[in-house]
């Protein structure tokens, strides 16, 4: 059940712009090579891991994105080790578009506080990072 999850509660994090403007600034340069991230977050079900995927592309604020299959999260939770089943999603963007990225998630997902990490890009093939950079949009 949603509600249940181990990660409901209140967000305390740094805005997304302050996450996106220092994402941008521990990279190595601002070309499009320089300005990839990964975006990783986990949903209940996959019908909904899915549907963000579609929304996320149809939008064009992500190149790429990889639904992994359901893995067993462990997690300490109101003194607990709890459990729960989890769809794993990797979404490769723009470091630029991080703002957005996050505010679909949120708006889609059922935890009141969903995991969403962004990490840096900091090497890989050139031109793969030219294509994420040339199939997303601001």
């Known amino acids: 059940m949603a509600s249940a999850h181990p990660f409901a509660g209140r967000l305390t994090?740094?805005?997304?712009t302050q996450l996106a403007a220092q994402l941008s600034d521990e990279l190595p340069d601002q070309s499009a090579i320089g300005s990839?991230?990964?975006?990783?977050?986990?949903?209940?079900?996959?019908?909904?891991?899915?549907?963000l995927a579609r929304e996320l592309l149809t939008?064009?604020?992500?190149?790429?994105?990889?639904?992994?299959?359901?893995?067993q999260s462990l997690y300490?939770?109101?003194?607990?080790?709890?459990?729960?089943?989890e769809v794993p999603l990797s979404i490769k963007t723009r470091a630029a578009l991080y703002p957005r990225v996050e505010e679909?998630?949120?708006?889609?997902?059922?935890?009141?506080?969903?995991?969403?990490?962004a990490v840096p890009i900091s090497c890989?093939?050139?031109?793969?990072?030219?294509?994420?950079?040339?199939?997303?949009?601001?």
Do not use: D, K
């Open 13 to 16: 994090a740094r805005s997304t």
């Open 76 to 85: 300490h939770w109101r003194g607990q080790i709890e459990t729960s089943r």
């Open 36 to 51: 990839s991230i990964l975006v990783l977050t986990t949903f209940p079900e996959q019908a909904q891991a899915e549907a």
């Open 59 to 71: 939008a064009r604020l992500a190149a790429c994105i990889q639904i992994g299959a359901t893995v």
């Open 104 to 117: 679909t998630i949120r708006r889609r997902h059922p935890y009141e506080l969903p995991e969403i990490v």
């Open 124 to 138: 890989g093939l050139p031109a793969y990072l030219e294509w994420i950079a040339a199939e997303t949009r601001t």
